[in-house]
């Protein structure tokens, strides 16, 4: 595609410069930067970042000096103009297909450095990112229209262009929304969050006003249209986090929609209806259905059960991935074991073996979120790394996730690459770690090839 921009001047004013395909020609006008320029234009071209874009005008242009001012006047050519936005489709796989993923924010996702890590998890034998669409602040990350959302910054201001992105890095896509715990949504429309029966309030957790009404059909339905969205850019998977009631607080002063609408129902009742909801939507699309859990709820114990609403049979119904958040460190004051964060084979195994056997028959595939970062832990490297991943695997997992909020992902960088040299050093049928799984169109074999 060719174009011309020239802005503040008619076509019929001054003779058109002619521009390559795949280019546009801008003429600058005075206070004029490079950064600016490629800030403005971005949307227009393949490329992801701003600073990409720079780079890309500088080389293109050889006649621009080192500074970042323009001159007036001054014609610049734009590479890697799209001839149309971006359409892209959801890359479809069996509920069963091995992910092998990192987390991303969206922050990091649309950054320069982002884009690093996620070329560079691609090259050590990652297939899949996870990446965040909604926080659990309630920030939405990309450009998102709807009657409970206001203006709100974006990171990812083209997903389409963005999922294509990772497609073309032979990459799965998961989009991570946070669900019910939404500070931006319960601060602009208090009416949404969990009421106090005491104040007539907002009810608080903790002192933080963070919580809406997961009960409440507005909440539901903004939530189902974020995804159904996000699903329509070309996700392949969406992942729904957050998905329970508050489990922190005063319980009691708690109230909720569903205690009216449905007295005999209980919190279980409210998250399993509202995921037949959401899955009946969103299955037609083609996408994945993934739901976290805390890793706690194998023990199934009713405290839990009766906060959360996280009923895993349930849930299973209504999912294709369930992905408990069985990070070790997390299991404080559970069997008798002083230092969990120290004790990943066990309560790996022992939360891999309660998962399967409670949603045995179900055909729900169990991924759990495994811990790549230190914290509470001593033992922290990449050989705590291989030991979650193959203790999960022996145990019935198919493929892992790795949650790192700061996204410093330098163990699982290390370990990744000898899990595939031994998986294929033992030439075994069934590999300790993992299958090697890539999507379609790549050759499993390749991919599995030691890093250099």
């Given at each position: 595609m060719?174009?011309?921009i020239?802005?503040?001047?008619?076509s019929a004013?001054?003779?058109?410069?002619?521009?390559?395909?795949?280019?546009?020609v801008?003429q600058a006008?005075?206070?004029?930067?490079?950064?600016?320029l490629?800030?403005?234009?971005?949307h227009?071209?393949?490329?992801?970042?701003s600073s990409?874009?720079a780079d890309?005008i500088?080389?293109?242009?050889?006649n621009?000096?080192?500074g970042?001012?323009?001159k007036a006047?001054?014609?610049?050519?734009?590479p890697?103009?799209?001839p149309a936005p971006?359409?892209?489709?959801?890359?479809p796989?069996?509920r069963?297909?091995?992910v092998?993923a990192?987390?991303l924010?969206g922050?990091m996702?649309?950054?320069?450095h982002?884009?690093?890590?996620?070329?560079?998890?691609r090259?050590?034998?990652?297939n899949?990112v996870?990446f965040?669409i909604?926080d659990?602040?309630?920030?939405?990350?990309?450009?998102?229209e709807?009657?409970?959302l206001g203006p709100?910054?974006?990171y990812?201001?083209?997903?389409p262009?963005f999922?294509?992105?990772l497609?073309?890095e032979?990459?799965?896509?998961?989009?991570?929304?946070?669900?019910?715990?939404d500070?931006?949504?319960?601060?602009?429309?208090?009416?949404?969050?969990v009421?106090s029966?005491?104040?007539h309030?907002?009810?608080r957790?903790n002192?933080?006003?963070?919580?809406t009404?997961?009960?409440?059909?507005?909440?539901?339905?903004?939530?189902?249209?974020?995804?159904?969205?996000?699903?329509q850019?070309?996700?392949?998977?969406?992942q729904f986090?957050?998905?329970?009631?508050?489990a922190?607080g005063?319980?009691?002063d708690?109230?909720f929609?569903?205690?009216t609408e449905?007295?005999?129902?209980?919190?279980?009742d409210?998250?399993t209806?509202f995921?037949r909801?959401a899955y009946a939507?969103?299955?037609?699309?083609?996408?994945l259905?993934?739901l976290d859990?805390?890793?706690?709820?194998a023990w199934?114990?009713?405290?839990?059960l009766s906060?959360t609403g996280?009923d895993?049979?349930?849930m299973?119904k209504?999912c294709?991935?369930l992905?408990?958040?069985?990070?070790?460190s997390?299991?404080f004051?559970?069997?008798n074991?002083?230092?969990?964060g120290?004790?990943?084979?066990?309560?790996?195994?022992?939360?891999?073996e309660r998962?399967?056997?409670?949603?045995?028959?179900?055909?729900?595939?169990i991924r759990?979120?495994?811990?790549?970062?230190?914290?509470?832990?001593?033992t922290?490297?990449?050989?705590?790394i291989?030991v979650?991943?193959a203790?999960?695997?022996e145990?019935?997992?198919i493929?892992?996730?790795?949650?790192?909020?700061?996204?410093?992902y330098?163990?699982?960088?290390t370990?990744?690459p000898?899990?595939?040299?031994?998986?294929l050093?033992a030439?075994?049928?069934e590999p300790?770690?993992?299958?090697?799984?890539?999507?379609?169109?790549?050759?499993?074999?390749a991919?599995?090839m030691?890093a250099?």
């Amino acid at each position: 595609m060719s174009a011309t921009i020239t802005p503040g001047l008619k076509s019929a004013d001054i003779p058109q410069p002619i521009s390559a395909p795949g280019t546009a020609v801008y003429q600058a006008k005075r206070g004029d930067t490079i950064p600016g320029l490629s800030h403005q234009q971005l949307h227009n071209t393949a490329y992801l970042t701003s600073s990409e874009l720079a780079d890309a005008i500088r080389a293109t242009n050889k006649n621009l000096g080192s500074g970042n001012f323009l001159k007036a006047g001054e014609q610049i050519t734009i590479p890697g103009v799209l001839p149309a936005p971006i359409v892209e489709h959801t890359v479809p796989v069996p509920r069963d297909f091995e992910v092998r993923a990192i987390y991303l924010t969206g922050v990091m996702a649309a950054s320069d450095h982002g884009i690093r890590i996620i070329k560079h998890w691609r090259e050590v034998g990652g297939n899949a990112v996870v990446f965040d669409i909604k926080d659990s602040d309630g920030s939405v990350n990309i450009p998102f229209e709807h009657p409970l959302l206001g203006p709100h910054k974006v990171y990812i201001h083209d997903l389409p262009k963005f999922v294509h992105f990772l497609h073309s890095e032979n990459m799965h896509a998961i989009a991570r929304i946070a669900m019910f715990r939404d500070e931006r949504m319960v601060v602009e429309h208090p009416e949404l969050a969990v009421q106090s029966k005491k104040n007539h309030a907002p009810w608080r957790e903790n002192g933080k006003l963070v919580w809406t009404d997961s009960s409440n059909h507005k909440v539901q339905d903004y939530d189902i249209a974020l995804a159904k969205f996000v699903a329509q850019s070309g996700a392949d998977e969406i992942q729904f986090d957050y998905v329970r009631f508050p489990a922190e607080g005063d319980q009691k002063d708690a109230s909720f929609v569903f205690q009216t609408e449905h007295p005999t129902w209980q919190r279980s009742d409210v998250i399993t209806d509202f995921l037949r909801k959401a899955y009946a939507e969103l299955h037609p699309t083609g996408v994945l259905l993934s739901l976290d859990v805390f890793g706690v709820m194998a023990w199934q114990r009713q405290v839990d059960l009766s906060h959360t609403g996280q009923d895993i049979v349930g849930m299973a119904k209504y999912c294709d991935v369930l992905s408990p958040m069985i990070y070790p460190s997390h299991f404080f004051g559970m069997d008798n074991i002083e230092h969990p964060g120290d004790a990943p084979e066990h309560f790996i195994g022992e939360s891999m073996e309660r998962f399967e056997l409670i949603t045995k028959g179900s055909g729900v595939v169990i991924r759990p979120w495994l811990q790549a970062f230190h914290w509470r832990t001593k033992t922290y490297s990449p050989e705590y790394i291989k030991v979650q991943v193959a203790t999960a695997r022996e145990k019935g997992g198919i493929g892992f996730l790795f949650w790192n909020a700061a996204n410093d992902y330098s163990k699982p960088y290390t370990a990744m690459p000898e899990m595939k040299a031994a998986d294929l050093k033992a030439g075994a049928k069934e590999p300790k770690y993992f299958r090697g799984d890539e999507l379609p169109g790549v050759t499993v074999r390749a991919a599995l090839m030691p890093a250099n």
